[in-house]
T-cell receptor, first 116, second 109 residues
Framework: NAGVMQNPRHLVRRRGQEARLRCSPM?????VYWYRQLPEEGLKFMVY????????ESGMPKERFSAEFPKEGPSILRIQQVVRGDSAAYFC??????????????FGEGSWLTVV | KNEVEQSPQNLTAQEGEFITINCSYS?????LHWLQQHPGGGIVSLFM???GKKKHGRLIATINIQEKHSSLHITASHPRDSAVYIC???????????FGKGTHLIIQP
């Protein structure tokens, strides 16, 4: 049973380009969470999605960031017109049911974005 | 908003020592997670607690809901335990986790 799969593991983008990070949850998991870890800072919640729906995006920056979790395929975190401050590790996590109901959560290996 | 404080921030110990990492939070929670992160690596969930104590191998996690405090203990520490240990809490009804800044643990041979 494969774990949470993220790709790419490492991504380098020039300022102004777009970054797309993908997350395939564990088999049978329909709840996906994205977290960001800035250098020398702790992890921060970004967005929670359930298949085809954004449930909570209270941690998403208001501009340039978007997330989706289509019916088929992985969840995608998209960052448009990247800036140096977007350089961070982006972690995806999944759970079989809503974590607020007391279910555990499984993390991926992370995607490290570097903006040059 | 929940504030999560971990101590110590950095810890270096000798192989075999008993290790304790502490976590305090400010607002009532529905669950607390202890996570492990190796440098440049992914995050592994060690424990999820809502009360009492859990044990897995050489790792023990406890939580005191009234005092809003949790501890992670490592017995007979080993260099492979060297990692960042992160405490994360989930407030009642909320889905996103709030994280501490982590404890950088180094176990020297």
């Amino acid at each position: 049973n494969a774990g949470v799969m993220q790709n790419p593991r490492h991504l380098v983008r020039r300022r102004g380009q777009e970054a797309r990070l993908r997350c395939s949850p564990m088999k049978g998991h329909s709840h996906v969470y994205w977290y960001r870890q800035l250098p020398e800072e702790g992890l921060k919640f970004m967005v929670y999605l359930q298949k085809e729906n954004i449930i909570d995006e209270s941690g998403m920056p208001k501009e340039r960031f978007s997330a989706e979790f289509p019916k088929e395929g992985p969840s995608i975190l998209r960052i448009q017109q990247v800036v140096r401050g977007d350089s961070a590790a982006y972690f995806c996590a999944s759970s079989p049911r809503r974590t607020a109901s007391g279910n555990t959560i499984y993390f991926g290996e992370g995607s490290w974005l570097t903006v040059v | 908003k929940n504030e999560v404080e971990q101590s110590p921030q950095n810890l270096t110990a000798q192989e075999g020592e008993f290790i304790t990492i502490n976590c305090s939070y400010s607002v009532g929670i529905s669950a607390l997670h202890w996570l492990q992160q190796h440098p440049g690596g992914g995050i592994v969930s060690l424990f999820m607690l809502s009360s009492g104590k859990k044990k897995h191998g050489r790792l023990i996690a406890t939580i005191n809901i009234q005092e809003k405090h949790s501890s992670l203990h490592i017995t007979a520490s080993h260099p492979r335990d060297s990692a960042v240990y992160i405490c994360a809490v989930r407030g009642g009804g909320a889905d996103g986790l709030t994280f501490g800044k982590g404890t950088h643990l180094i176990i020297q041979p």
